[in-house]
């Protein structure tokens, strides 16, 4: 009985291995994983999406090297430290989620991953971000909300594609003026931090800007409202939400808010 219980083990275990390289998922969301699992590794080329989402995996090994034509990466809510460097050979990945983990500093190898689309590592332990980050030229998405950075890096400005920053509940003090090169970014959200002023600038150049929200910052309403190009910035919030209009009445959505407070 034992015996055909472990040849059952076997057999799922080889099926599911047989799955994920059919289909270039591997989903172990929720899984009580304590260790990355040896068995994706060895799958090398195979995995396209890698979802170890809510374990409590600590250590990521620098064999993940070995999964060079993975595009997603999530191990959001586990446990995780650090990086390892070899994760700047993963040349396919587009999307890496690492919310939720205990990360201090990422890797300068970071910079390599230059087909990166998305990156979000809220709810972790971060006092700074790389200066590599800039080479990142295809990110479209930056989370880093709910971590401990006191500025962000003036080599953000050369993520030309950025459409969204999201650093939220942080300790920001100060703003780059690289970020008026960003002429793709839609919105810019730095609730709760120590932002005393916003780049000049910022309004004229970043030109697709559509919500900005800096609620609980020193900043005050009157500045933000004295600052040029101010009015064309007002024009392109309201227009992005005139659909959220209904007739008379407007919606009492966060989005028509201007994001400063009085």
Known sequence: MGCCASNTAGGSKANRISRWRSTG???????????FPDEVIDMERAVRTLD????????V???????????????ADNLVERLPGNLGKLQSLKV????????????DELGQLVRLEQLSISRNMLIYLPDTIGSLRNLVLLNVSNN??????ESVGSCASLEEIQANDNVVEELPASLCNLTQLKSLCLDNNQVKQIPDGLLIHCKSLQN???HNNPISMDQFQLMEGYQ???????????KQIDSNV???SKGLDVGVDK
């Open 212 to 214: 900005l929200s800096l």
């Open 232 to 242: 064309e910035f007002e024009e392109r919030r309201k227009k992005k939400f005139d």
């Open 25 to 35: 998922i591997v989903g172990l969301r929720d899984s009580k994983l304590k260790t």
């Open 52 to 59: 170890l989402t809510h374990n409590k995996i600590a250590d």
């Open 96 to 107: 890496l989620m690492l919310d939720g983990n205990r990360i201090s500093c990422l890797p």
């Open 61 to 75: 090994p620098g064999d993940i090297s070995k999964l060079i034509n993975m595009q997603r990466l999530l191990i």
């Open 148 to 153: 401990r950075l006191k500025s962000l890096p």
């Open 250 to 252: 407007m919606m009492g």
